[in-house]
């Protein structure tokens, strides 16, 4: 029994560490803006959706009584607020990032002002794990256009490689926690982050990279979302 529980308390030391070190991929990119003194193309929405995934999963932690969901998703709720005003400096586009932004935290506003109004806090952490659950998988579809890009071309070149295995480890381990503690909503959105990685992975072996210095590489602009 001990032993299950260190490693348990392992498990979950990891996970918030790989998690973590996942959502400061965000910071490579912010450090780009900041030495161009411009966002360029790129789009900031990955920002703003990474703070309504996280802010929502710490929302279920503290219903569920997830100490590490919490601790772990606080973390990625300051760092993508971060990099979300970091865009917001250095982009041209203001007033639409404004909108986009006031749009998300109303919808965040909302859903918390609704599961305080659910008298039963099994119904409220049910109705909030499937509004998380909703949220992350909507994300990790995010990536599949970039995959018909890849089989179109038939070169893995603009995807960042070293991303997506970390992003594999990430949901392997917070799968394996999700099955320990018989959390359903956390093991759902990971067992699909699980196959999308690997999807990802495949096409890696069946279109090979000419080289590693692809758009993928230069500017790694993708959200990471527990």
Same mark, same amino acid.
């Given at each position: 029994?001990?032993?299950?529980?260190?490693?348990?308390?392992?498990?979950?030391?990891?996970?918030?560490?790989?998690?973590?070190?996942?959502?400061?991929?965000?910071? %490579?990119?912010?450090?780009?803006?900041?030495?161009?003194?411009?966002?360029?193309?790129?789009?900031?929405?990955?920002?703003?959706?990474?703070? $309504?995934?996280?802010?929502?999963?710490?929302?279920?932690?503290?219903?569920?009584?997830?100490? #590490?969901?919490?601790?772990?998703?606080?973390?990625?709720? /300051?760092?993508?607020?971060?990099?979300?005003?970091?865009?917001?400096?250095?982009?041209?586009?203001?007033?639409?990032?404004?909108?986009?932004?006031?749009?998300?935290?109303?919808?965040?506003?909302?859903?918390?002002?609704?599961?305080?109004?659910?008298?039963?806090?099994?119904?409220?952490?049910?109705?909030?794990?499937? %509004?998380?659950?909703? %949220? /992350?998988?909507?994300?990790?579809?995010?990536?599949?256009?970039?995959?018909?890009?890849?089989?179109?071309?038939?070169?893995?070149? #603009?995807?960042?490689?070293?991303?997506?295995?970390?992003?594999?480890?990430?949901? %392997?381990?917070? $799968?394996?926690?999700?099955?320990?503690?018989?959390?359903?909503?956390?093991?759902?959105?990971?067992?699909?982050?699980?196959?999308?990685?690997?999807?990802?992975?495949?096409?890696?072996?069946?279109?090979?990279?000419? #080289?590693?210095?692809?758009?993928?590489?230069?500017?790694?602009?993708?959200?990471?979302?527990?």
């Amino acid at each position: 029994m001990k032993s299950v529980e260190n490693f348990i308390a392992l498990l979950e030391t990891t996970a918030v560490i790989t998690t973590v070190l996942q959502y400061l991929s965000g910071a %490579v990119i912010c450090r780009k803006y900041i030495s161009k003194k411009s966002t360029g193309e790129s789009s900031g929405f990955p920002f703003i959706c990474g703070f $309504l995934s996280c802010s929502y999963w710490v929302l279920y932690g503290m219903l569920s009584n997830e100490h #590490s969901v919490v601790l772990v998703n606080s973390i990625g709720v /300051t760092l993508f607020l971060i990099y979300t005003l970091i865009y917001y400096v250095f982009t041209v586009n203001k007033n639409a990032y404004v909108k986009m932004f006031l749009f998300v935290l109303t919808a965040l506003c909302g859903i918390a002002f609704y599961i305080n109004t659910i008298p039963d806090i099994q119904q409220a952490q049910n109705f909030m794990g499937i %509004v998380c659950c909703v %949220v /992350t998988v909507t994300f990790f579809a995010a990536p599949l256009t970039n995959l018909l890009h890849v089989i179109r071309v038939k070169n893995s070149e #603009s995807m960042p490689f070293p991303l997506i295995i970390m992003s594999f480890l990430v949901s %392997v381990q917070w $799968l394996i926690y999700g099955v320990i503690i018989s959390d359903t909503f956390i093991q759902l959105p990971n067992f699909l982050g699980c196959i999308l990685s690997l999807m990802q992975l495949g096409l890696f072996v069946c279109y090979p990279p000419k #080289s590693f210095a692809g758009q993928g590489y230069k500017l790694v602009d993708q959200s990471v979302v527990f």
